[in-house]
């Protein structure tokens, strides 16, 4: 629905020509293709704000109540759907100012509707936070998005010029890949082009926004200035929607915290194809306009080529396919990687054995050892999920592998998050050996000074850091969302003491957070400490506005209190089922982890 609207936009604005071309922009968009497939909220979004710019356009020009009814329509809906919609919504209120002074015999009365508008909206604007409200103290903290930064002047010039500019705007998505037909040699040149076509895109982006604003300008200059500002004030409105958002983010990253990418305000590059329709169908002469539009047409295709046939999401199809292919009943699968990977695998069914998340290198290769001593004729497999988290290297892992007389064959899938994929044996007649040390990410210091533990013990402190060391090696990071995460990967360590002091670090630091409260019961469940464990159940209720609690408090109790592994199995699999999170160390209570 996006497309055609977009086309009316730019027809309205800039003529018809300028309006296909900037829909032809859209519609090849590689960046707006990956967001459609995806579960986020932005196709909807889009939608929404190109309802409202149309309704607002038409409402102003025409000075009519039932179009400004439609565009808040369309804003509740984008309040309700998404946060950052908002910014959209004062780019339309700047707009909407300057029809103030024109309103002909009825200026009164357009007025009024204008303020009317205007409280409307704003109501608008300030409704999601009455739901926001209790919930806020759930949403990671700026030390939980770690990897949320400001942007150097280059990066933010890609982020608000350059975005369908694929493998520089997110090289996270688009790692390397092309069409296969092409063969790997003439593959591997035209990747290494990315930088001219990603640069291209940029430069279009920011000639066509200038000569927009340059034409605006010399209009106004040029003419009759209150003739020309009201002949000319439409065209102005894409301006607003690209600058205002802009402003704003740039504003919230320096005074709160930060929050720019690209899809945050993916609605701001249809005002950038908008202009690049400008620029191409006013160019003269007719020659220049054929070849604007040829390269532009040369760098969308170079764009697609690079993420069309690109694995531009976690290819866990792959890896269940392999699992199935390969594994055997019996053998162990561990996965390392996201809070939710495990159980994202697992929907692809069919697996010989239950996918187990481990939080370390160490981890797994503890893990693997017990079950090779165990089962002998069995092989392990383990995944390592690549993400924003930086890992120990992969071959500190495999160094610890051939130190225990471990052999491996290792596979790698591409994606977003690219996954290696070991199947690990024994080595024929040798025993396993002990895991070695590997080298962490961790400043292990900084977690005890976190968490105020000042051990002087040299065995208790050796003790301690070996702890550590199975629940985390990656960097530290000291907000609520990490401390409940190590807090459960400390527990399903079999370390619940620990466990259940980086928990209640996490409740100091954010009382009312809900995940730390189910990370301390569970540390107060293992230890068997059960009315402690209903109480911080009980704490848990209080501040969740969800009800969700409820379904983590059933499983616990029938796994700490009652002891029936049958019955806790079954939660945890219905909670799976639905989409919940399911702790590792739950898992480990139902005897699911080696």
Same mark, same amino acid.
């Given at each position: 629905g996006s497309i055609p609207l977009l086309f009316a936009l730019g027809r309205r604005f800039y003529g018809a020509k300028a309006g296909l071309i900037a829909a032809a922009c859209l519609a090849v968009s590689p960046s707006h293709i990956w967001l459609a497939q995806g579960v986020r909220p932005n196709a909807l979004m889009e939608l929404l704000v190109v309802v409202s710019m149309y309704a607002v356009a038409r409402g102003c020009s025409e000075r009519h109540r039932g179009w400004l009814a439609l565009a808040g329509a369309a804003n509740f809906?984008?309040?309700?759907?998404?946060? +950052?919609?908002?910014?959209?919504?004062?780019?339309?209120?700047?707009?909407?100012?300057? +029809?103030?002074?024109?309103?002909?015999?009825?200026?009164?009365?357009?007025?009024?509707?204008?303020?009317?508008?205007?409280?409307?909206?704003?109501?608008?604007?300030?409704? &999601?936070?009455?739901?926001?409200?209790?919930?806020?103290?759930?949403?990671?903290?700026?030390?939980?998005?770690?990897?949320?930064?400001?942007?150097?002047?280059?990066?933010?010039?890609?982020?608000?010029?350059?975005?369908d500019a694929a493998m520089t705007t997110e090289p996270f998505l688009y790692q390397g890949q092309t069409w296969e037909f092409l063969g790997q040699r003439i593959g591997q040149d035209l990747l290494q082009l990315h930088g001219f076509f990603d640069w291209a895109v940029v430069l279009f982006s920011v000639s066509a926004t200038a000569g927009v604003i340059a034409f605006l300008t010399y209009s106004l200059l040029s003419e009759?200035?209150?003739?020309?500002?009201?002949?000319?004030?439409?065209?102005? +409105?894409?301006?607003?929607?690209?600058?205002? &958002?802009?402003?704003?983010?740039?504003?919230?990253?320096?005074?709160?915290?930060?929050?720019?990418?690209?899809?945050?305000?993916?609605?701001?590059?249809?005002?950038?194809?908008?202009?690049?329709?400008?620029?191409?169908?006013?160019?003269? &002469?007719?020659?220049?306009?054929?070849?604007?539009?040829?390269?532009?047409?040369?760098?969308?295709?170079?764009?697609? =080529?690079?993420?069309?046939?690109?694995?531009?999401?976690?290819?866990?199809?792959?890896?269940?396919?392999?699992?199935?292919?390969?594994?055997? &009943?019996?053998?162990?699968?561990?996965?390392?990687?996201?809070?939710?990977?495990?159980?994202?695998?697992?929907?692809?069914?069919?697996?010989?054995a239950p996918v187990l998340l481990v939080p370390s290198y160490r981890s797994a290769c503890e893990r693997i050892a017990r079950h090779l001593e165990a089962n002998p004729d069995q092989n392990a497999w383990v995944l390592l999920e690549d993400f924003v988290y930086r890992f120990p290297p992969a071959n500190e892992f495999e160094r610890a592998l051939h130190a225990m007389n471990l052999a491996w064959n290792r596979e790698d899938i591409a994606g977003m998050n690219g996954i290696r994929a070991y199947e690990i044996t024994r080595m024929p007649g040798k025993a396993i050996g002990s895991p070695t040390a590997i080298a962490a990410e961790t400043d292990y210091e900084a977690v005890l000074r976190t968490l105020a533990l000042d051990i002087s013990d040299g065995a208790a402190r050796e003790s301690v850091l070996t702890a550590l060391n199975r629940a985390i090696d990656m960097p530290f990071y000291p907000g609520p969302f990490h401390l409940m995460k190590l807090s459960l990967f400390l527990t399903a360590e079999g370390h619940p003491d620990l466990g259940e002091a980086v928990a209640r670090t996490c409740l100091r630091i954010r009382e009312r957070y809900v995940m730390g409260?189910?990370?301390?019961?569970?540390?107060?469940?293992?230890?068997?400490?059960?009315?402690?464990?209903?109480?911080?159940?009980?704490?848990?209720?209080?501040?969740?506005?969800?009800?969700? =609690?409820?379904?983590?408090?059933?499983?616990?109790?029938?796994?700490?209190?009652?002891?029936?592994?049958?019955?806790?199995?079954?939660?945890?699999?219905?909670?799976?089922?639905?989409? +919940?999170?399911?702790p590792t160390a739950l898992s480990r209570a139902a005897g699911n982890l080696p």
């Amino acid at each position: 629905g996006s497309i055609p609207l977009l086309f009316a936009l730019g027809r309205r604005f800039y003529g018809a020509k300028a309006g296909l071309i900037a829909a032809a922009c859209l519609a090849v968009s590689p960046s707006h293709i990956w967001l459609a497939q995806g579960v986020r909220p932005n196709a909807l979004m889009e939608l929404l704000v190109v309802v409202s710019m149309y309704a607002v356009a038409r409402g102003c020009s025409e000075r009519h109540r039932g179009w400004l009814a439609l565009a808040g329509a369309a804003n509740f809906g984008l309040a309700w759907s998404y946060f +950052f919609g908002l910014l959209f919504i004062m780019a339309e209120f700047v707009y909407v100012a300057l +029809f103030w002074f024109d309103g002909g015999a009825d200026l009164k009365k357009w007025r009024r509707t204008t303020l009317a508008w205007w409280a409307a909206n704003t109501t608008i604007c300030l409704s &999601p936070y009455l739901w926001l409200r209790s919930h806020m103290e759930q949403v990671h903290s700026a030390a939980d998005d770690f990897f949320m930064r400001l942007p150097s002047p280059r990066e933010a010039l890609f982020t608000f010029f350059g975005y369908d500019a694929a493998m520089t705007t997110e090289p996270f998505l688009y790692q390397g890949q092309t069409w296969e037909f092409l063969g790997q040699r003439i593959g591997q040149d035209l990747l290494q082009l990315h930088g001219f076509f990603d640069w291209a895109v940029v430069l279009f982006s920011v000639s066509a926004t200038a000569g927009v604003i340059a034409f605006l300008t010399y209009s106004l200059l040029s003419e009759r200035r209150r003739e020309a500002f009201l002949a000319r004030r439409e065209a102005l +409105f894409p301006l607003f929607v690209l600058f205002v &958002p802009m402003a704003a983010m740039l504003t919230l990253s320096l005074l709160w915290r930060p929050c720019i990418l690209p899809r945050y305000s993916s609605y701001c590059s249809f005002s950038l194809y908008m202009f690049i329709g400008w620029l191409i169908a006013r160019a003269t &002469p007719k020659p220049a306009r054929f070849l604007l539009a040829l390269a532009l047409a040369m760098t969308y295709a170079y764009q697609i =080529s690079v993420s069309l046939p690109a694995t531009t999401r976690t290819d866990w199809r792959s890896a269940a396919r392999l699992l199935q292919q390969r594994a055997a &009943p019996g053998d162990l699968i561990l996965l390392r990687g996201m809070i939710l990977s495990d159980q994202m695998l697992g929907l692809y069914g069919g697996l010989p054995a239950p996918v187990l998340l481990v939080p370390s290198y160490r981890s797994a290769c503890e893990r693997i050892a017990r079950h090779l001593e165990a089962n002998p004729d069995q092989n392990a497999w383990v995944l390592l999920e690549d993400f924003v988290y930086r890992f120990p290297p992969a071959n500190e892992f495999e160094r610890a592998l051939h130190a225990m007389n471990l052999a491996w064959n290792r596979e790698d899938i591409a994606g977003m998050n690219g996954i290696r994929a070991y199947e690990i044996t024994r080595m024929p007649g040798k025993a396993i050996g002990s895991p070695t040390a590997i080298a962490a990410e961790t400043d292990y210091e900084a977690v005890l000074r976190t968490l105020a533990l000042d051990i002087s013990d040299g065995a208790a402190r050796e003790s301690v850091l070996t702890a550590l060391n199975r629940a985390i090696d990656m960097p530290f990071y000291p907000g609520p969302f990490h401390l409940m995460k190590l807090s459960l990967f400390l527990t399903a360590e079999g370390h619940p003491d620990l466990g259940e002091a980086v928990a209640r670090t996490c409740l100091r630091i954010r009382e009312r957070y809900v995940m730390g409260w189910l990370a301390l019961a569970i540390a107060l469940g293992t230890q068997n400490r059960l009315e402690e464990m209903t109480a911080a159940f009980e704490q848990m209720h209080a501040f969740d506005a969800t009800g969700l =609690s409820r379904a983590y408090e059933a499983a616990a109790l029938a796994l700490f209190k009652h002891h029936d592994t049958a019955e806790g199995q079954k939660r945890l699999d219905e909670m799976a089922g639905t989409g +919940f999170f399911v702790p590792t160390a739950l898992s480990r209570a139902a005897g699911n982890l080696p």
